[in-house]
């Protein structure tokens, strides 16, 4: 030590102290959550659904974190592949030592991710991916979703179609998984409801490439009574203008899934078909006080409107929050246990956790589209609760195979 | 389909293949004339599409059109001149690297600029209705499209025949040497081609905001389209071109008014490949003029000293330790490092020795992936036995599509390599029962001797090390000699005795079959598989990982993997625009080191 100077040793040991200080009660308090999701894939969604987290984040650690120790949520990019989100998985939990799992948009990254948690036994928290598999044909005890599935969704539309009493059906779809199995579970549920119905047509248009005049006038071509779509993002808008500017839609219902979901419906301005029946989230109308409050201190923070998205990051963070808390720690297994049956407020409603396939009742609402000052609005709309649409125990049981 | 129904699926056609022609036609004349893949091609329309739609909130559309298309040509002059010029004496492809990196930035850079939201324009003043054919709708917008397009491919027609600089720019296209060599002012010419085409880009994608809204995903999709055209109509054939997208357009309307609207996922790509199975040039190409720049000979692969060999040798001496000193998420990163250097391994075994340029290798990779994957699942096999035969998959693939592959040459090649794997990607897209459809397979794991990280580390790293060694040991054996002797004179070659053909095939299913190995480690070491390890993407970043590394080097591509892999993982993770970071990143690289990153270091301390 003869070369250290008296100035250099203080300095040494005052770094260290404050180095110590800065490190000791985050490392000794803090519960870390790992977050992933295809930010730059899906950037329209995942933009706001990250705003909903991080104010998520902030109240909870306001009011005093999770049981005294603060909650960090450790965030990546999954790059959109579900090759590069397993690793982003590994890396949170081998490397920033995670105690469990939330997020992801892509049904087939959700799926993989949901693998991963049952093979390294954590728990994950799936945020957006609307299919039906990861709770039923792929479900594990790990895994559990906050948002209604395709098939729940459906069924949240299907009352009303029914009830049209409509002959002819023409379907479109985007053609993977999440559009297959709208059409499937439609087709199942309207059957079911409306003994007769016809489905005189389907068009399955690649993700992203729609060739919207020529669907248009494939669908126009079926001389179909009704249409149900469950097209979303730029698909979606091509669709719309093209079926405006030939006439496809006059004098027919037409149904969509997501529709008015802000996200989607936003870009369609003065496009907005009107009449249309969607599910959606109509957020400037909601006035239950649980809204009203969210309403207020995302605004607040974000200087912006909170879409779906954000909804779904805010409640899904809560989720894990509440699971913790209720859990007394972050044990894999407690957490488990915790969760089976958890009750819950999220700014559109309670939810309860379904013990029997790890879903929650989050509903959505249901509504139609209308223009309102060049915009696209929801109205005459309603909150269908999840739990009236979800299937019955001996239904999922059949469908999961642990 | 009534008679009428059919007149406005053609109509509808035509309205589509206009907007096609004029994306495709820019990249047409920018390859004629500088051998430049323009991957960024989709990016300058996007562009396009920005400025105009942007623009048009302001100014009104039709001002917005013109304006967007000059500021997209601007902007590719300026890519040319302080970019591309650069790369002219680099290897071949250098520039489809520098393009790539492009790609990147720009997304980034709309992202930021324009928000994460799709954005619909309004409908073009004027033509905001419909009028009726045979007693149905029609968008007058479109019937404007259906004139346009014949309009430029006229303005084109005489641009290039009629007038001195197209006279130049034919010359330049026919071979660019002798043009040269005659007082033609390559820079300038080069640069205007490229302008001109990112003006043509700009416009199209200027011109489809009535039509569509201006996304972010829009790049990528686009330029394969383009490509498809280009390549169909034949590379530098503005006509050609023309005729391309009409077909394929028509082809498309059709299917969908025909009901049969999944195979729009993959028919661009099937016309493609029975175009170039038939007519290896395209419809209207002629057989390219051999390059004869710089950077078109390349220099003998010489073997690695012993000194090399034993650096390779310690280095693999360390890998085998890191378990060691280190567990957890480094074994997780190393292991996708390793398999996907087995992947550039492969895939430089075929571009590099062998000059077959792939632009479809991940379907190898993918297949060897799915072959394991369905075995474990469907078959029930153990899993080792599967991790063991899965790859023949890839093999089995490569050999049914290099049969057809290795007939073509050059940019044609690598353009039905492109098609074969889309056609591939689409079979497992779709096939839902077998396949798992869009979503993949799930729950492919190793056996439980292999599920720790440790132990599938050294599986994989035993398995890459072995077969990068034995592909590497095949560059030297006389194989790998006579394939570098049917690359550099396929006319001496055969001369001298050797069935050129059937060596590029062998290596050519080779290299399949070490890319589905790859592909089967890396299904067990994520537990699940989806169709996203076919597609173009993944291709692509093998591309760049062998680019990255140096084509004209033994060793390349691995540094380039680990490079790629790891600046993927690292900036991703902490960088919010992190595309645009790695897309610099590259650039500066590309800029810096032309011939790689090894071969920089080998110029610059070779003996």
């Known amino acids: 030590m003869q070369g250290m100077t008296r100035r250099s040793a203080l300095l040494t040991i005052a770094s260290l102290t404050v180095a110590l200080a800065a490190a000791q009660p985050a490392r000794a308090q803090a519960i870390k959550v790992g977050e992933l999701n295809s930010y730059k894939t899906f950037p329209a969604f995942l933009e706001p659904y990250k705003k909903g987290w991080e104010l998520a984040l902030e109240e909870i650690n306001r009011s005093g974190g999770i049981g005294g120790r603060k909650l960090e949520v450790v965030s990546r990019e999954d790059g959109g592949n579900p090759g590069d989100a397993v690793r982003a998985a590994e890396e949170l939990l081998s490397r920033e030592n995670v105690s469990l799992l939330m997020g992801t948009f892509a049904s087939h990254i959700g799926l993989a991710v949901s693998n991963l948690a049952a093979q390294r036994k954590v728990v994950f928290v799936a945020a957006e991916p609307l299919t039906d598999k990861i709770v039923w044909e792929n479900g594990n005890r790990y895994t559990f979703r906050i948002r209604p599935s395709t098939y729940t969704q459906v069924a949240m539309l299907v009352p009303d179609a029914a009830k049209l009493k409509k002959q002819r059906w023409a379907i479109v779809y985007p053609n993977y998984e999440y559009g297959q199995s709208a059409t499937a579970s439609f087709k199942k549920l309207l059957g079911k409801a409306q003994p007769g119905v016809q489905f005189v047509g389907e068009q399955a248009p690649a993700l992203g490439k729609i060739d919207a005049g020529a669907v248009v006038q494939a669908l126009a071509d079926l001389k179909p009574d009704a249409i149900f779509s469950s097209l979303f993002g730029a698909d979606l808008q091509k669709f719309v203008r093209e079926g405006n500017l030939r006439g496809l839609f006059k004098d027919r219902p037409v149904f969509n899934l997501l529709a008015g979901e802000p996200e989607y419906l936003d870009p369609l301005k003065d496009e907005t078909p009107d009449g249309w029946y969607v599910t959606g989230y109509p957020w400037n109308e909601i006035k239950t006080p649980a809204h009203q409050k969210f309403l207020a201190a995302y605004r607040a923070k974000w200087k912006d409107y909170p879409r779906l998205g954000s909804i779904v990051g805010y409640s899904t963070l809560y989720t894990v929050a509440n699971a913790l808390k209720r859990a007394g720690g972050a044990d894999t297994e407690k957490v488990i246990a915790a969760m089976k049956g958890m009750e819950m407020e999220t700014p559109i409603g309670p939810i309860v956790w379904r013990p029997i396939d790890n879903q929650s009742t989050m509903g959505a609402y249901v509504g139609r589209l209308a223009k309102k000052d060049g915009k696209g609005v929801m109205v005459n709309w309603r909150y269908a609760d999840g739990a009236l649409f979800l299937p019955s125990f001996e239904e999922v049981k059949a469908m999961r195979k642990e | ?607």
């Open chain 2, 1 to 607: 389909m009534t008679y009428s129904s059919i007149l406005i699926q053609f109509l509808n056609g035509l309205a589509s293949a206009s907007s096609l022609f004029l994306v495709a036609a820019g990249l047409s004349l920018i390859f004629g004339v500088t051998r430049i893949v323009n991957f960024a091609h989709g990016s300058l329309y996007m562009l396009g599409m920005y400025v105009a739609v942007w623009l048009g909130e302001r100014i009104g559309f039709w001002w917005s059109v013109p304006i967007a298309a000059l500021a997209v040509g601007a902007f590719g002059a300026l890519v040319e001149s302080a970019l591309l010029r650069r790369l002219y004496a680099a290897p071949e492809l250098l520039q489809l690297l520098a393009t790539f990196a492009l790609v990147l930035v720009v997304k980034d850079f709309a992202l930021w600029a324009w928000g994460p939201e799709d954005i619909l324009g309004p409908r073009a003043p004027g033509f905001t209705g419909a009028v009726t054919i045979a007693g149905l709708q029609f968008p007058e917008y479109d019937l404007f499209l259906i004139g346009f397009g014949p309009l430029v491919l006229g303005a084109l027609w005489l641009l290039l025949t009629r007038t001195r600089w197209g006279t130049l720019v034919r010359a330049a296209t026919q071979d660019r040497e002798m043009a040269s060599a005659l007082g033609v002012n390559q820079k300038w010419l080069f640069t205007g081609v490229f302008a001109l085409g990112a003006f043509l880009a700009g416009l199209g994608g200027a011109l489809q905001i009535p039509r569509e809204p201006a996304t972010l995903l829009i790049d990528l999709s686009v330029v394969s389209d383009a490509f498809v055209v280009v390549v169909v109509g034949g590379l530098g054939s503005i006509g050609g071109a023309f005729v391309a997208a009409f077909l394929i357009a028509e082809i498309k309307a059709f299917c969908i008014g025909l009901g049969l609207s999944q195979f729009t996922l993959v028919v661009e790509f099937v016309v493609m490949a029975v175009v170039l199975v038939i007519r290896p040039w395209g419809l209207f190409g002629r057989m390219p003029a051999l390059a004869r720049g710089a950077g078109a000979v390349e220099p003998p692969l010489v073997a690695p000293s012993p000194a090399a060999l034993k650096a390779l040798a310690a280095l693999l001496a360390a890998l085998a330790l890191v378990p060691v000193v280190s567990g957890g998420y480094t074994l997780v990163l190393l292991t996708d490092i390793l398999v996907f250097a087995l992947f550039a391994v492969s895939l430089h075994f075929i571009m590099g020795p062998a000059g077959l340029h792939s632009f479809g290798h991940a379907a190898y990779f993918g297949l060897g992936a799915y072959g394991a994957g369905l075995l474990l699942l469907r078959a029930g096999a153990p899993m080792e036995l599967a991790l063991l035969l899965g790859p023949l998959a890839g093999g089995l693939g490569a050999l049914v599509f290099g049969w057809f592959c290795v007939r073509l040459s050059g940019v044609y090649l690598a353009m039905l390599t492109l098609a074969f794997a889309q056609i591939a990607w689409s079979v497992v897209f779709q096939w839902d029962a077998f396949t798992g459809g869009s979503n993949g397979l799930v729950g492919i794991w190793p056996a439980s001797w292999l599920a720790s990280k440790a132990a599938y580390y050294y599986i994989t790293l035993l398995t890459c090390a072995g077969g990068i060694a034995l592909l590497w040991r095949m560059l030297y054996a006389p194989f790998g000699y006579a394939l570098r002797a049917a690359r550099d004179s396929p006319l001496r070659a055969d001369a001298i005795g050797l069935d050129v053909r059937a060596l590029q095939w062998a290596a050519f299913t080779l290299a399949g079959l070490a890319a589905g190995m790859a592909g089967a480690l890396y299904a067990f070491s994520k537990g699940s598989i989806s169709p996203e390890s076919l597609s173009v993407p993944r291709s692509v970043d093998g591309l760049v990982m062998v680019l990255l590394g140096g084509i004209q080097t033994l060793t390349g591509p691995l540094w380039g993997a680990a490079l790629f892999t790891w600046m993927q993982d690292a900036v991703a993770r902490g960088i919010d625009y992190w595309r645009a970071v790695i897309g610099a990143v590259i650039l500066v690289l590309v800029l810096a080191f032309p011939q790689g990153l090894t071969g920089f270091l080998r110029q610059r301390f070779a003996p």
